[in-house]
């Protein structure tokens, strides 16, 4: 299996910067796909950004220009920075992680608050 531990959430002011990371262990060569999820309330949880094993990412409209995902394979962990924060990435931030052990799975960490006050 595959454990996630987010951290570096925290309450900013808009236009503020932050950077989540997201540290995988346990099964850690298994690993394909991470990414950064958030959700809000009353909303659905919802991808903000994604990469690959090999490096390719992909961004929610929303964020585009403003977050970076990076991942750094020695260190198992992926990074989201996040610049330009506004009131509305208000929302608890979950790292995601696709591996195959006999079948594709999924795992979640345990999530990180990002509070932006405007």
């Known amino acids: 299996q595959v454990q996630l531990v987010e951290s570096g959430g925290g309450l900013v002011q808009a236009g503020e910067s932050l950077r989540l990371s997201c540290t995988a262990s346990g099964s850690i060569s298994s690993i394909n796909d991470m990414g950064w999820y958030r959700q809000s309330p009353g909303k659905e949880r919802e991808l903000v950004a994604s990469?690959?094993?090999?490096?390719?990412?992909n961004y929610a409209d929303s964020v585009k220009g403003r977050f970076t995902i990076s991942r750094d394979n020695a260190k198992n962990t992926v990074y989201l920075q996040m610049n330009n924060l506004k009131h509305e990435d208000t929302a608890v931030y979950y790292c995601n992680a696709v591996f195959v052990i006999f079948r594709l799975r999924t795992s979640w960490g345990q999530g990180t608050q990002v509070t932006v006050s405007s």
């Open positions: 990469i690959t094993s090999g490096g390719r990412t």
